[in-house]
């Protein structure tokens, strides 16, 4: 089983739409949880964190299930610049390394 | 956020020729630094870790001695390709730590060996 798991999509909504993103980790010792944004050709940035209780900033919201051991990210009022791969990250306390998911790949349509 | 760069953005070389890509951190001293290759349609896979000061930890299946990697300050990590193929040719990502364990990305450098 893969460490971190993620659908890679493609996820094609259209705008306006609400679409939610899990990712699954398989390492119960996992601390620390990202959504990171990549755009074609370009280098990843960091959208949010996913704390304990879960955050939202705007129309992003992350959640974490510990018990089921996944991460998920919820966006709401889907824009075509929402359009990316979504790559969820996975970090063990006290290892100085994360893991990336492969990706899920979000198209909002006009 | 934090600012990464990195350099060269893209280039081309021979077969059997070496290459050196730059990694800085321009607004912040990098606790470590990491380097990533991407394949197209395929994950961030990391190749090594990098501490300022000490040798760089590399994954497995990651030769050393080819991708020879040297971090002489806390804002400046280099990736040296030596005697690159074109199996080699790939995106390289830098990433920098700063605070906590989010990473900050260079934009990368598209290495084609031709």
């Known amino acids: 089983r893969k460490e971190v798991e993620q659908d890679p999509g493609p996820f094609n909504v259209p705008e306006g739409a609400t679409v939610a993103f899990n990712c699954t980790y398989s390492?119960?010792?996992?601390?620390?949880f990202f959504w990171y944004r990549q755009d074609c050709r370009k280098e990843p940035k960091l959208l949010m964190s996913?704390?304990?209780s879960g955050n939202e900033d705007g129309r992003f919201t992350a959640q974490l299930n510990r018990a089921s051991q996944y991460i998920s990210l919820l966006i709401r009022d889907s824009k075509l610049s929402d359009s990316a791969t979504y790559l969820c990250?996975?970090?063990?306390?006290?290892?100085?390394?994360?893991?990336f998911g492969t990706g899920t790949k979000l198209q909002v349509i006009p | 956020g934090a600012v990464v760069s990195q350099h060269p953005s893209r280039v081309i070389c021979k077969s059997g020729t070496s290459v050196k890509i730059e990694c800085r951190s321009l607004?912040?001293?990098?606790?470590?630094m990491f380097w990533y290759r991407q394949f197209p349609k395929q994950s961030l896979m990391l190749m090594a870790t990098?501490?300022?000061?000490?040798?760089?930890?590399?994954e497995q299946g990651v030769e050393k001695d080819k991708f020879l990697i040297n971090h002489a300050s806390l804002t400046l990590s280099t990736l040296t390709v030596t005697s690159a193929h074109p199996e080699d040719s790939s995106f390289y990502i830098c990433?920098?730590?700063?605070?906590?364990?989010?990473?900050?990305f260079g934009p990368g450098t598209r290495l084609t060996v031709t």
């Open positions: 996913v704390y304990s």
């Open positions: 990098s501490n300022e000061g000490s040798k760089a930890t590399y």
């Open positions: 390492n119960s010792a996992s601390q620390s």
């Open positions: 607004d912040f001293q990098a606790t470590t």
């Open positions: 990250v996975v970090n063990m306390e006290g290892y100085q390394k994360v893991t």
């Open positions: 990433s920098a730590r700063w605070q906590g364990l989010e990473q900050y």
